[in-house]
C-alpha cells in the first residue's frame, strides 16, 4: 500500500488537460536511501524531534474546535495565542516525509493515529470542515453570508486562519500522497468540498478581498485534488483562490514585490505554477517562471535565502540585510525549494537544480542544530550576529513547522527519471536508489564536498541499455567533469542540456566515477555593493568570530524568542577584506591537511581575526559569524571604516535605548505585539511600512522593567491635515495633528511618558492607541518604540 500512494504525484487523471507535458519525474521519496552523511544526520536528529512532540497536544485545537474533550492541554507559543491548529498540519506532512524516507515504524503509527483522532473531528463537525481555528465556526459562517474583513494581518479579526488552514489542506495531502495513508484522501476532498460550499454564494471580488488575507498555498493543494479526483469544479476552485494583485504583474513580467511580505507570495506562486500543469495556462507558468528569476536572481543572498524581517528588501539596496537581526527566513527557502522542485520537472533546466543545491546546501542544513535539534527562523547576515532555535515543547512558529518538513525531504530531488529510457543523477548526495521497474539498484558513495568526486555503483537483476545522465553544475569549471566507467575514461554526449550522458548496456557491478574539481569564487550582493561572501563549489564559507553574549540561543516560549536578540556587535569593529586584486577570492587558501578550510589571512585587515579560519556555513553553529564581508583597496580602508561605523553607530544607539519596538503593516512584528484595529489599512512608502486608520488601532509594547521614558514614533513628511489621538493604557497621552515636514520624508516625535508608569505597581505591557479625530486619520505610522 505504501508504494502505491507514494507514486500518485505522477498520476494523469482523466477529464484534467495537462497543459504542459512532464518530461521528468522524480522517484518517490521511499525509493531514495540516505546513507552516512551530514543530511542522514539532519534526517535523524530532525525524526527524534518529530517524536519529541505530544501529538495530542497537537490535536487539542482541533478536537475543541470539533466540540470534543481534548486529551492534552495545547502547546503554547504560536498554537494558544490565534494560529492553533497550524502545527499539526506541518507535523502531517513531516510524519508523511519520514515515513517515506526511513520506514521507520514509530512514524507511521504516529502518523495513523493523527489520521484517525483528525477523522473523528471532521466526522463531529459534520460538514467536512477540519480546522483548528480559536472560534473558526463563527468565522467561517460570516465568510459564508459575504461578511469579509480582511488585512495583511487576518481575517474577520482572526490570525490568517486560510494560511492556517492550508497547513491542514496539506497535511493531508502528504499523507496520503507521500505518506499512503488512503484514508487521509477522503478527508481532504471532505474539507475542500466543505470550501466549494463556503465560497458557492461568494464572488470573484469577494473572494480576492479575503486573499488579502494571508493564505498559504490553497490554490496549489486545489489544483492537487483536481488532479487527484479528476473533477474541473476543484480546478475552478483553485483559479478563484489565486490572488490577482499578485498574479496580474507577474504575468506582465513586473517585479512589484519590494515591501511585499515574502512567504505570502511563495505559496500563491507554486500555485499558480500548479495550476498551470494542471489545467494548461501556459501564462500563468511563464508567470511563476519570472517570479523565481527575479528573486533568485536579484534577491537572494549566496545561501540561498531571502527577505529581511520576512519582507522583500528593495532590489537596489541590501543595507538593511547587512543591519538586520532578521535575515533570510527558512519558511522563504523551504518554499522556493517547492517552487524550484516544479520548475525544474516541467522545464528540465538544471538552473533550478543549482540553486536547489546552493539553499539546500547552506541554508536549510543549516537551520537544525545537529546535536540538540532545534530550528532556526531567521538566519542574520549581519556580521558577527548569531542564530537561535527551537525547543521542542516551547516554539511554535511557522520555520518549526516547515523545519520539521525540511530534513525528511533530501532525498526528493536528488535523482530524477525520463520514462524508462533515462536515469539522472542531480545531487552529490551519499545515498542508495532503488528503481524496481529497471530492476536497478544504485548506490551513490561519497563525502562531497569533502572530497571532489562521487562514485555510482550499480547493481542490475539482469544487464540493460539506458542513459545515465549527471549534471554538470553551474559552479563547476567549463570542461572539467570528467567520467569514469569501471576506471576508464568513456565518451559522453549532451542528451539532455545541463547534463552530461553515457548510454551503454548496463551490467550489474558497473562503477561510474565522477570527478569534482571545485574553485573558490567570491559573490557580491546582488546589488553589487562593497560586500563580499565566498563559495567553494556550491558551499557557502563563513568564519567564526565569537562566542560570546548568545543570549536565548535556545528560545523559550514568549512570542518574539525566535529573533537572535543579544547585543549587537559594531560593523565597523568586522573584519575587513583588503585587496587589489579584482578577483578577491585569489586571497582565500586551503588549510593543508583540513578539508573544506581556508584562511583569509592575507585579506583580513586585523590581528584579532586574522586566523579564522572559512568552513562551510552549514557546519557552524552556536557562535556568532562572518558570511558577508566588506571589501575595500588599501587606499579606501579609512574611508570604507568611516563609512561602516557612521551607519552602525546610530542604529546602534538607538537600539540599545529601546525598550520595545513594533514596525506597524510588518505582518509578524504586529502580529508579535497584539495588533488590534477598526477601518485601518497598511502599506509601504520608500520601501518603509505604514499603518493608518479613519478608525484606530493599537499594539501592546512590552515595559518588563517600567524603564520607558518616552514613546517615539515615526511619520511621513508628506502627511498632512490629519488628527488623531494616542492613548496609553486607554489614557490619552497627546493629541496629534500633522502637517507635514518639508525638511524630509520621514520624522520622529518622542512623546514623553507619565511618571506613574514608571511606579513599581505600574503595568508592564502599554496599550498604544491611534485613534481618529471625527471625519479624519490616525498616521501614517512608520515606527513606534519605547525608549528609556
Given amino acids: 500500500m505504501r508504494g502505491k500512494a507514494l507514486l500518485l504525484s505522477a498520476w494523469l487523471v482523466p477529464g484534467i488537460v495537462l497543459g504542459q507535458s512532464k518530461p521528468l519525474e522524480t522517484f518517490p521519496v521511499s525509493a531514495v536511501q540516505l546513507l552516512a552523511s551530514p543530511f542522514q544526520v539532519a534526517q535523524q536528529t530532525d525524526k527524534a524531534y518529530i517524536l519529541a512532540l505530544n501529538p495530542d497536544r497537537l490535536l487539542a485545537p482541533y478536537l475543541a474546535e470539533a466540540g470534543l474533550p481534548p486529551k492534552a492541554e495545547r502547546y503554547g507559543n504560536w498554537e494558544n495565542t490565534g494560529l492553533d491548529g497550524h502545527m499539526g498540519g506541518h507535523y502531517l506532512s513531516a510524519l508523511a516525509y519520514m515515513y517515506a524516507a526511513t520506514a521507520d515504524a514509530q512514524v507511521q503509527q504516529r502518523l495513523t493515529y493523527m489520521i484517525n483522532q483528525l477523522e473523528q473531528c471532521q466526522q463531529q463537525n459534520g460538514n467536512g470542515y477540519l480546522g483548528g481555528v480559536p472560534g473558526g465556526r463563527a468565522m467561517w459562517q460570516q465568510i459564508k453570508e459575504g461578511r469579509i474583513d480582511a488585512n495583511s494581518f487576518g481575517l474577520n479579526k482572526k490570525w490568517v486562519p486560510l494560511y492556517n488552514l492550508h497547513k491542514t489542506y496539506a497535511g493531508l495531502r502528504d499523507a496520503y500522497m507521500i505518506g499512503g495513508n488512503e484514508k487521509a484522501k477522503g478527508m481532504l476532498i471532505k474539507l475542500t468540498d466543505w470550501c466549494l460550499d463556503l465560497t458557492a454564494n461568494l464572488s470573484d471580488e469577494q473572494i480576492q478581498q479575503m486573499l488579502r488575507s494571508e493564505h498559504g498555498g490553497l490554490n496549489e493543494v486545489f489544483a492537487d485534488v483536481a488532479q487527484l479526483t479528476g473533477d474541473t469544479k476543484y480546478l475552478r476552485l483553485a483559479q478563484r483562490f489565486s490572488h490577482r494583485a499578485v498574479l496580474e504583474p507577474l504575468l506582465a513580467g513586473k517585479d512589484m514585490l519590494n515591501g511585499m511580505h515574502a512567504n505570502t507570495q511563495i505559496p500563491k506562486v507554486i500555485g499558480f505554477e500548479r495550476i498551470a500543469e494542471v489545467g494548461g495556462d501556459p501564462a500563468w507558468a511563464n508567470a511563476a ?414 515595559n518588563p522593567n517600567r524603564s520607558a521614558r518616552a514613546l517615539r514614533v515615526t511619520y511621513s513628511g508628506g502627511d498632512k491635515d490629519r488628527q488623531f489621538t494616542i492613548l496609553v493604557n486607554g489614557m490619552p497621552l497627546t493629541k496629534v495633528a500633522l502637517q507635514g515636514n518639508p525638511q524630509g520624508d520621514f520624522y520622529d516625535v518622542d512623546y514623553a511618558l507619565p511618571k506613574a508608569l514608571q511606579q513599581a505597581n505600574a503595568p508592564t505591557t502599554l496599550v498604544v492607541k491611534f485613534e481618529a479625530a471625527p471625519g479624519s486619520t490616525a498616521g501614517g505610522v512608520f515606527d513606534v518604540r519605547l525608549l528609556k
Fill in 289 to 702: 517562471t519570472f517570479f523565481w528569476k527575479t528573486v533568485v536572481e536579484n534577491r537572494t543572498v549566496s545561501i540561498g535565502g531571502n527577505s529581511v524581517s520576512e519582507h522583500f528588501n528593495p532590489t537596489t539596496s541590501f543595507a538593511s540585510m547587512l543591519e538586520s537581526t532578521e535575515g533570510p527566513e527558512t519558511c522563504n527557502t523551504y518554499n522556493m525549494l517547492k517552487l524550484s522542485k516544479q520548475l525544474y520537472l516541467t522545464s528540465g533546466s538544471t538552473r533550478y537544480l543549482d540553486f536547489y543545491e546552493r539553499a539546500t546546501y547552506n541554508h536549510i542544513l543549516s537551520t537544525q542544530h545537529p546535536g540538540q535539534g532545534g530550528f532556526v527562523y531567521f538566519t542574520p547576515m549581519r556580521p558577527r550576529h548569531y542564530r537561535v532555535y527551537s525547543q521542542p515543547q516551547e516554539g511554535m512558529w511557522c520555520c518549526v513547522g516547515s523545519g520539521l518538513e525540511n530534513h525528511g525531504k533530501y532525498g526528493e530531488l536528488a535523482y530524477a527519471h525520463r520514462g524508462q529510457q533515462e536515469l539522472l543523477v542531480n545531487l552529490f548526495l551519499p545515498s542508495r536508489l532503488t528503481w524496481p521497474a529497471q530492476g536497478l539498484t544504485l548506490t551513490q558513495e561519497t563525502t562531497f564536498p569533502r572530497e571532489e568526486r562521487s562514485q555510482l555503483k550499480l547493481q542490475l537483476k539482469k544487464a540493460r541499455q539506458f542513459a545515465l545522465s549527471i549534471r554538470q553544475p553551474n559552479w563547476l569549471p567549463t570542461g572539467k567533469l570528467q567520467v569514469l566507467v569501471n576506471g576508464k575514461p568513456v565518451a559522453t554526449s549532451a542528451v539532455s542540456p545541463g547534463y552530461v550522458t553515457v548510454q551503454r548496456k548496463w551490467r550489474s557491478g558497473d562503477v561510474v566515477t565522477v570527478a569534482l574539481p571545485m574553485e573558490t569564487k567570491a559573490e557580491y550582493l546582488p546589488d553589487h555593493s562593497p560586500w563580499v561572501s565566498f563559495v567553494h563549489g556550491p558551499v557557502v564559507l563563513a568564519a567564526v568570530t565569537d562566542t560570546t553574549d548568545l543570549v536565548g540561543l535556545h528560545a523559550n516560549g514568549q512570542r518574539m524568542a525566535h529573533v537572535a536578540s543579544g547585543p549587537l556587535y559594531p560593523v565597523e569593529e568586522a573584519p575587513v577584506l583588503v585587496s587589489t586584486d579584482k578577483n578577491v577570492a585569489a586571497g582565500i587558501t586551503p588549510v593543508p591537511g583540513q578539508p573544506l578550510t581556508f584562511s583569509a589571512a592575507k585579506l583580513i585587515d586585523s590581528d584579532k581575526y586574522r586566523n579564522m579560519r572559512l568552513v562551510p556555513f552549514s557546519q557552524i553553529h552556536d557562535a556568532r559569524y562572518m558570511v558577508y564581508w566588506p571589501v575595500t583597496t588599501p587606499e579606501g580602508l579609512a574611508a570604507r571604516k568611516e563609512e561602516i561605523r557612521r551607519r552602525d553607530e546610530e542604529k546602534r544607539a538607538l537600539e540599545a535605548r529601546t525598550v520595545d519596538q513594533v514596525t506597524p503593516g510588518e505582518q509578524q512584528p504586529e502580529s508579535d505585539h497584539g495588533f488590534q484595529g477598526e477601518q485601518t489599512e497598511s502599506g509601504s512608502h520608500r520601501n518603509r511600512h505604514w499603518r493608518h486608520a479613519k478608525g484606530w488601532f493599537s499594539y501592546n509594547l512590552r
